[in-house]
Protein backbone atom coordinates (compact mmCIF):
# COMPACT_ATOMS: atom_id res chain seq x y z
CA UNK A 1 0.00 0.00 0.00
CA UNK A 2 1.15 3.34 -0.59
CA UNK A 3 0.00 6.54 1.69
CA UNK A 4 -0.84 9.33 -0.52
CA UNK A 5 -2.81 12.87 0.63
CA UNK A 6 -5.44 14.08 -1.22
CA UNK A 7 -7.09 17.28 -0.12
CA UNK A 8 -5.51 17.18 3.22
CA UNK A 9 -7.03 13.65 3.67
CA UNK A 10 -4.53 11.10 4.43
CA UNK A 11 -5.49 8.10 1.59
CA UNK A 12 -4.34 4.37 1.71
CA UNK A 13 -4.30 3.06 -1.98
CA UNK A 14 -2.59 -0.40 -3.58
CA UNK A 15 1.17 0.35 -5.69
CA UNK A 16 0.12 1.00 -9.16
CA UNK A 17 -4.05 2.59 -8.10
CA UNK A 18 -4.36 5.35 -10.23
CA UNK A 19 -4.53 8.57 -8.71
CA UNK A 20 -8.69 8.89 -9.77
CA UNK A 21 -9.53 5.26 -8.24
CA UNK A 22 -7.68 6.02 -5.42
CA UNK A 23 -10.13 9.44 -4.95
CA UNK A 24 -12.53 7.65 -5.89
CA UNK A 25 -12.00 4.43 -2.79
CA UNK A 26 -11.87 7.92 -0.58
CA UNK A 27 -15.52 9.39 -1.74
CA UNK A 28 -13.77 11.96 -3.85
CA UNK A 29 -15.33 12.70 -7.54
CA UNK A 30 -13.18 13.20 -9.99
CA UNK A 31 -15.15 13.73 -13.36
CA UNK A 32 -13.82 11.70 -16.22
CA UNK A 33 -15.09 11.64 -19.79
CA UNK A 34 -12.62 9.31 -22.14
CA UNK A 35 -12.00 7.28 -18.91
CA UNK A 36 -14.47 4.13 -18.51
CA UNK A 37 -13.65 1.09 -16.10
CA UNK A 38 -13.79 -1.16 -18.77
CA UNK A 39 -11.57 0.71 -21.25
CA UNK A 40 -7.70 1.56 -21.43
CA UNK A 41 -7.49 5.32 -20.80
CA UNK A 42 -6.51 7.19 -23.82
CA UNK A 43 -5.52 10.53 -21.64
CA UNK A 44 -7.44 12.59 -24.46
CA UNK A 45 -9.64 14.51 -22.22
CA UNK A 46 -8.23 16.21 -19.44
CA UNK A 47 -11.03 16.81 -17.75
CA UNK A 48 -9.58 14.36 -14.97
CA UNK A 49 -6.80 16.43 -14.05
CA UNK A 50 -5.84 17.35 -10.93
CA UNK A 51 -3.10 18.82 -9.43
CA UNK A 52 0.53 16.82 -7.47
CA UNK A 53 2.75 19.09 -6.03
CA UNK A 54 5.90 19.32 -7.06
CA UNK A 55 4.55 18.59 -11.01
CA UNK A 56 4.56 21.33 -13.37
CA UNK A 57 1.58 20.97 -14.84
CA UNK A 58 -1.76 19.15 -13.97
CA UNK A 59 -1.67 15.51 -14.43
CA UNK A 60 -4.53 13.20 -15.86
CA UNK A 61 -6.08 11.58 -12.93
CA UNK A 62 -7.31 8.34 -14.86
CA UNK A 63 -4.19 7.23 -15.88
CA UNK A 64 -0.83 8.57 -13.20
CA UNK A 65 -0.77 6.25 -10.71
CA UNK A 66 0.03 6.83 -7.02
CA UNK A 67 3.55 7.72 -5.54
CA UNK A 68 4.29 7.27 -1.54
CA UNK A 69 3.89 10.66 -0.19
CA UNK A 70 1.88 12.20 -3.04
CA UNK A 71 0.18 15.58 -2.43
CA UNK A 72 -2.61 15.67 -4.94
CA UNK A 73 -5.43 18.68 -4.56
CA UNK A 74 -8.49 17.92 -7.01
CA UNK A 75 -10.66 20.79 -6.45
CA UNK A 76 -7.93 23.72 -6.26
CA UNK A 77 -8.92 27.19 -8.52
CA UNK A 78 -6.13 26.03 -10.92
CA UNK A 79 -7.40 22.61 -11.08
CA UNK A 80 -11.34 23.78 -11.38
CA UNK A 81 -10.44 26.70 -14.22
CA UNK A 82 -8.69 23.97 -16.58
CA UNK A 83 -11.97 21.89 -15.98
CA UNK A 84 -13.79 24.86 -16.73
CA UNK A 85 -11.99 25.77 -19.96
CA UNK A 86 -12.00 22.00 -20.63
CA UNK A 87 -15.71 21.96 -20.31
CA UNK A 88 -16.79 25.27 -22.34
CA UNK A 89 -14.35 24.31 -25.31
CA UNK A 90 -16.22 21.35 -25.98
CA UNK A 91 -19.72 22.72 -25.47
CA UNK A 92 -18.98 25.81 -27.88
CA UNK A 93 -18.28 23.30 -31.13
CA UNK A 94 -20.57 19.59 -29.37
CA UNK A 95 -24.33 19.44 -28.76
CA UNK A 96 -24.13 17.98 -25.38
CA UNK A 97 -27.91 18.36 -24.83
CA UNK A 98 -27.94 14.48 -24.70
CA UNK A 99 -24.47 14.22 -22.52
CA UNK A 100 -25.73 14.04 -19.00
CA UNK A 101 -22.83 13.81 -17.00
CA UNK A 102 -21.48 16.56 -19.00
CA UNK A 103 -24.21 18.46 -18.16
CA UNK A 104 -23.68 18.13 -14.78
CA UNK A 105 -20.06 18.82 -14.39
CA UNK A 106 -20.75 22.02 -16.77
CA UNK A 107 -23.20 23.11 -14.21
CA UNK A 108 -21.11 22.58 -11.48
CA UNK A 109 -18.42 23.87 -12.58
CA UNK A 110 -20.25 26.94 -13.85
CA UNK A 111 -19.07 26.56 -17.84
CA UNK A 112 -20.38 28.92 -19.98
CA UNK A 113 -19.52 27.24 -23.93
CA UNK A 114 -21.90 29.96 -24.72
CA UNK A 115 -19.14 33.14 -24.19
CA UNK A 116 -17.80 31.65 -27.72
CA UNK A 117 -20.77 32.01 -30.07
CA UNK A 118 -20.32 33.73 -33.00
CA UNK A 119 -22.63 34.94 -35.63
CA UNK A 120 -20.59 33.16 -38.66
CA UNK A 121 -19.30 30.31 -36.83
CA UNK A 122 -21.18 26.54 -36.80
CA UNK A 123 -23.05 25.74 -33.63
CA UNK A 124 -21.24 22.53 -33.99
CA UNK A 125 -18.13 21.44 -35.42
CA UNK A 126 -19.28 18.51 -37.17
CA UNK A 127 -22.50 19.86 -39.27
CA UNK A 128 -24.78 17.20 -41.11
CA UNK A 129 -27.60 15.26 -40.58
CA UNK A 130 -27.60 11.73 -38.26
CA UNK A 131 -25.98 8.82 -40.16
CA UNK A 132 -29.69 6.25 -40.05
CA UNK A 133 -27.85 3.87 -42.11
CA UNK A 134 -29.56 0.53 -40.52
CA UNK A 135 -32.29 0.04 -37.71
CA UNK A 136 -29.60 -1.28 -35.48
CA UNK A 137 -27.76 2.40 -34.41
CA UNK A 138 -27.60 6.23 -35.67
CA UNK A 139 -24.40 7.90 -35.40
CA UNK A 140 -24.71 11.87 -34.86
CA UNK A 141 -21.37 13.11 -35.33
CA UNK A 142 -22.47 16.72 -33.86
CA UNK A 143 -23.01 15.14 -30.49
CA UNK A 144 -19.00 13.61 -31.00
CA UNK A 145 -16.16 15.19 -28.45
CA UNK A 146 -13.64 12.85 -30.11
CA UNK A 147 -12.75 10.97 -27.07
CA UNK A 148 -12.05 7.96 -28.69
CA UNK A 149 -14.16 5.53 -26.61
CA UNK A 150 -15.73 4.02 -29.78
CA UNK A 151 -12.86 3.53 -31.20
CA UNK A 152 -11.31 1.58 -28.18
CA UNK A 153 -14.29 -0.75 -27.77
CA UNK A 154 -14.20 -1.47 -31.47
CA UNK A 155 -10.28 -2.21 -31.66
CA UNK A 156 -8.33 -3.41 -29.15
CA UNK A 157 -10.21 -3.28 -25.34
CA UNK A 158 -13.19 -5.44 -26.59
CA UNK A 159 -14.54 -6.19 -30.22
CA UNK A 160 -11.04 -6.46 -32.36
CA UNK A 161 -12.79 -5.23 -35.50
CA UNK A 162 -11.64 -2.24 -36.03
CA UNK A 163 -14.29 -1.02 -38.32
CA UNK A 164 -14.09 2.69 -36.98
CA UNK A 165 -11.00 5.04 -36.14
CA UNK A 166 -10.80 8.79 -36.02
CA UNK A 167 -9.99 10.49 -39.27
CA UNK A 168 -8.82 14.00 -40.18
CA UNK A 169 -6.94 16.36 -38.68
CA UNK A 170 -7.70 19.58 -36.71
CA UNK A 171 -11.34 20.20 -36.87
CA UNK A 172 -11.85 17.98 -39.77
CA UNK A 173 -11.01 15.21 -36.96
CA UNK A 174 -14.12 12.85 -36.95
CA UNK A 175 -14.87 9.27 -36.69
CA UNK A 176 -15.51 7.39 -39.53
CA UNK A 177 -15.72 4.02 -41.07
CA UNK A 178 -13.05 3.37 -43.56
CA UNK A 179 -13.15 5.32 -46.47
CA UNK A 180 -16.36 6.97 -44.57
CA UNK A 181 -18.24 4.31 -46.36
CA UNK A 182 -22.30 3.23 -44.86
CA UNK A 183 -22.13 1.15 -41.88
CA UNK A 184 -23.43 -1.70 -43.50
CA UNK A 185 -20.36 -1.70 -46.01
CA UNK A 186 -17.66 -1.63 -43.35
CA UNK A 187 -16.41 -4.14 -41.55
CA UNK A 188 -18.90 -3.38 -38.67
CA UNK A 189 -20.56 -6.46 -36.86
CA UNK A 190 -22.77 -4.68 -34.70
CA UNK A 191 -21.95 -5.69 -31.62
CA UNK A 192 -23.04 -2.30 -30.43
CA UNK A 193 -20.14 -1.96 -27.94
CA UNK A 194 -19.49 1.60 -29.63
CA UNK A 195 -23.09 2.34 -28.16
CA UNK A 196 -22.09 1.15 -24.91
CA UNK A 197 -19.45 3.33 -23.75
CA UNK A 198 -20.31 6.76 -25.67
CA UNK A 199 -20.67 9.45 -22.98
CA UNK A 200 -22.60 11.75 -25.53
CA UNK A 201 -25.68 10.14 -27.77
CA UNK A 202 -23.20 10.37 -30.32
CA UNK A 203 -24.00 6.49 -31.22
CA UNK A 204 -26.76 5.15 -29.84
CA UNK A 205 -29.64 2.83 -30.25
CA UNK A 206 -32.04 3.65 -33.52
CA UNK A 207 -35.41 2.94 -30.98
CA UNK A 208 -33.49 5.47 -28.99
CA UNK A 209 -32.99 8.07 -31.28
CA UNK A 210 -36.88 7.19 -32.98
CA UNK A 211 -38.31 8.43 -28.98
CA UNK A 212 -36.02 11.09 -28.90
CA UNK A 213 -37.28 12.11 -32.01
CA UNK A 214 -40.62 11.98 -31.33
CA UNK A 215 -40.81 13.64 -28.05
CA UNK A 216 -41.55 10.24 -26.22
CA UNK A 217 -37.88 8.66 -24.60
CA UNK A 218 -38.71 8.93 -20.59
CA UNK A 219 -35.93 7.33 -18.95
CA UNK A 220 -37.20 8.50 -15.70
CA UNK A 221 -40.22 6.09 -16.53
CA UNK A 222 -37.88 3.25 -17.53
CA UNK A 223 -37.31 0.16 -15.76
CA UNK A 224 -34.26 -2.17 -16.16
CA UNK A 225 -34.62 -6.27 -15.66
CA UNK A 226 -30.89 -7.95 -15.69
CA UNK A 227 -31.45 -11.21 -17.08
CA UNK A 228 -28.95 -13.91 -19.15
CA UNK A 229 -28.81 -13.84 -22.55
CA UNK A 230 -29.99 -17.10 -24.39
CA UNK A 231 -28.69 -17.35 -27.45
CA UNK A 232 -25.57 -19.50 -26.36
CA UNK A 233 -23.59 -20.46 -23.02
CA UNK A 234 -21.51 -17.74 -22.59
CA UNK A 235 -23.73 -16.51 -19.66
CA UNK A 236 -23.58 -12.65 -21.27
CA UNK A 237 -25.57 -10.54 -18.47
CA UNK A 238 -28.28 -8.00 -20.02
CA UNK A 239 -29.56 -5.14 -18.68
CA UNK A 240 -33.27 -4.60 -20.34
CA UNK A 241 -34.43 -0.57 -20.71
CA UNK A 242 -38.10 -0.79 -20.69
CA UNK A 243 -40.58 1.43 -21.54
CA UNK A 244 -44.37 1.44 -22.25
CA UNK A 245 -44.07 -2.72 -21.93
CA UNK A 246 -41.06 -2.81 -24.92
CA UNK A 247 -37.14 -3.07 -24.91
CA UNK A 248 -36.13 -0.14 -25.56
CA UNK A 249 -32.30 -0.91 -25.54
CA UNK A 250 -29.67 -3.50 -23.93
CA UNK A 251 -26.62 -2.81 -21.60
CA UNK A 252 -24.42 -4.81 -19.60
CA UNK A 253 -23.08 -4.32 -16.32
CA UNK A 254 -19.27 -2.49 -17.23
CA UNK A 255 -18.22 -4.74 -13.58
CA UNK A 256 -19.49 -8.24 -14.86
CA UNK A 257 -16.79 -11.28 -14.87
CA UNK A 258 -18.11 -12.12 -18.54
CA UNK A 259 -19.09 -9.11 -20.56
CA UNK A 260 -17.28 -6.30 -18.84
CA UNK A 261 -20.06 -4.49 -20.64
CA UNK A 262 -19.32 -5.94 -24.10
CA UNK A 263 -22.11 -7.60 -25.79
CA UNK A 264 -22.52 -9.56 -29.68
CA UNK A 265 -24.79 -8.80 -31.63
CA UNK A 266 -27.30 -11.52 -30.41
CA UNK A 267 -27.40 -9.72 -26.84
CA UNK A 268 -27.06 -5.99 -27.95
CA UNK A 269 -30.57 -6.20 -30.96
CA UNK A 270 -31.64 -9.75 -31.08
CA UNK A 271 -34.96 -8.80 -28.43
CA UNK A 272 -37.48 -8.63 -30.84
CA UNK A 273 -38.75 -12.17 -30.58
CA UNK A 274 -39.76 -11.48 -26.51
CA UNK A 275 -41.86 -8.22 -27.88
CA UNK A 276 -44.99 -8.07 -28.38
CA UNK A 277 -46.08 -8.09 -32.08
CA UNK A 278 -48.58 -5.23 -31.73
CA UNK A 279 -47.45 -1.91 -29.11
CA UNK A 280 -49.33 -1.92 -26.19
CA UNK A 281 -52.01 0.47 -25.38
CA UNK A 282 -50.95 3.44 -23.71
CA UNK A 283 -51.93 3.22 -19.83
S1 LIG B 1 -21.07 -1.98 -33.59
FE1 LIG B 1 -19.21 -3.09 -32.88
S2 LIG B 1 -18.08 -3.58 -34.77
FE2 LIG B 1 -19.58 -1.98 -35.30
S3 LIG B 1 -18.47 -0.04 -35.09
FE3 LIG B 1 -19.50 -0.42 -33.11
S4 LIG B 1 -17.98 -1.51 -31.85
FE4 LIG B 1 -17.27 -1.61 -33.99
S1 LIG C 1 -18.84 8.76 -31.08
FE1 LIG C 1 -19.12 8.83 -28.82
S2 LIG C 1 -17.64 7.33 -28.02
FE2 LIG C 1 -17.02 7.79 -30.14
S3 LIG C 1 -15.49 9.42 -29.93
FE3 LIG C 1 -17.50 10.39 -30.29
S4 LIG C 1 -18.32 10.83 -28.23
FE4 LIG C 1 -16.63 9.37 -27.97
S1 LIG D 1 -10.74 11.00 -18.28
FE1 LIG D 1 -8.63 11.29 -17.88
S2 LIG D 1 -7.85 12.22 -19.67
FE2 LIG D 1 -9.96 11.83 -20.12
Redesign the pocket.
Known amino acids: MVSLTVNGQTVLAPEGTTIHRACESAGIETPTLCWAENLTPVNVCRLCVVEVEGQRTLVPSCARTVDDGMVVHTDSERVRHSRRMVLEFLGSGVDLDQAEPLQRWIDEYGAEPDRYDQPDRPAVTVEEAPKVQDN??IRDYSRCVLCYK?VE???DD??H????AVSGRGFDSRIS?EFDVS?PD??????????GVCPTGA?QFKTEFDLRSAAEWRPDEQTVTQTICSYCGVGCNLELHVQDDRIVKVTSPADHSITHGHLC?KG?FGWQYVQPVEPPTRR
Open positions: LYCACGAQTYAITLSACVYCGNCIIIR
